[in-house]
């Protein structure tokens, strides 16, 4: 394996960039005519319509088998992160995102509901009774969710798509990996995007060296990988169809585990609901523009 990548790699903002690699970016099996795709690191069908013309997106070779489970996450996370928040709120004030929301929740199951997407909102019941006697009954909305394995999983897709382009050696046709392990600490929606962890991951890794800083489809997908300053060690962070936000880190354990450990901890709030019974939860936390630095370069 060649040298760890090293200084930032500056990419054209509207066009593509392609690999002419012989080996799949995910698996690292053999490429051939019989089981070789064309990949799109950011799918075609995983921003909203147009989002991809004339913008910039990473192509590149990729087996069958990859290529079609990787598209396989993208549909229904696709259309979940699009959805409104629990307040009908989309991550932007766009018509074709509103449109192209509608047209997936109707069209994409979820795969944790089995339902279409636009059935599948979570929700929550239960009652109170306190002192006076009377019963008080309490329901909670939530928007569609995804499953975090799938998630992460579709995350670190992506991500190998990026590091084997920036590890890419073009007299062998092939990129590597990180070495060491994938490990997500961070996912939620834009909502709670201001949490004390949040703030703590960004505040904590904002000056480490940017390896990738990929902003593609209209602002509608964005990516960073930072090395830390002196251990093998780097930060990743996704935010997909400016609802979702995705984090954490690749290479030595001991080290993301020892950052994470130094990050403040949520506090949450508990509600009594009688004897032995309580719900404990935590509010969602917006992040105000100033505060915004996860994906600020310079």
Known sequence: MPQTPGALIQLPANRVHRLHNVVCPYCGVAL????????????????????????????????????RRKSGYEDDISAITMQPDAFGKYGADD???????????????????????????????????????????FGFTSPPQVDD???????????????????????QQRGWWWPGEFMPYLHSRRSDWGSKRWLGFMRTTTNWDVRVHAVGANEFFRCSIKRHPTAECWSWAL????????????????????????????????????????????EDVPLSETDDILFAVG
């Open 32 to 67: 051939s005519a019989f089981n070789c795709e064309k990949e799109h690191v950011i799918g075609r069908k995983f921003v909203p319509r147009g989002k991809l013309q004339a913008q910039w997106n990473l192509i590149l070779n990729a087996c069958r088998t990859c290529n």
């Open 95 to 137: 018509p074709e995102l509103v449109a192209e929301a509608r047209r997936k929740a109707a069209n994409s199951g979820s795969r944790m509901t089995g339902k279409p997407v636009k059935d599948s909102s979570g929700e929550l019941n239960f009652s109170v009774a306190p002192l006076s006697g009377l019963s008080m009954d």
């Open 149 to 171: 394995k799938r998630v992460y999983e579709l995350a670190r897709m992506q991500l190998q798509g990026f590091f084997f382009m920036i590890t890419y050696q073009a007299d």
């Open 239 to 282: 935010e997909w169809n400016h609802q979702h936000r995705i984090a954490g880190f690749v290479g030595d354990r001991n080290a993301a585990q020892a950052i994470s450990d130094s990050l403040p901890p949520e506090e949450l709030k508990q509600l009594d609901l009688g004897p032995n019974r309580c719900v404990r939860f935590r």
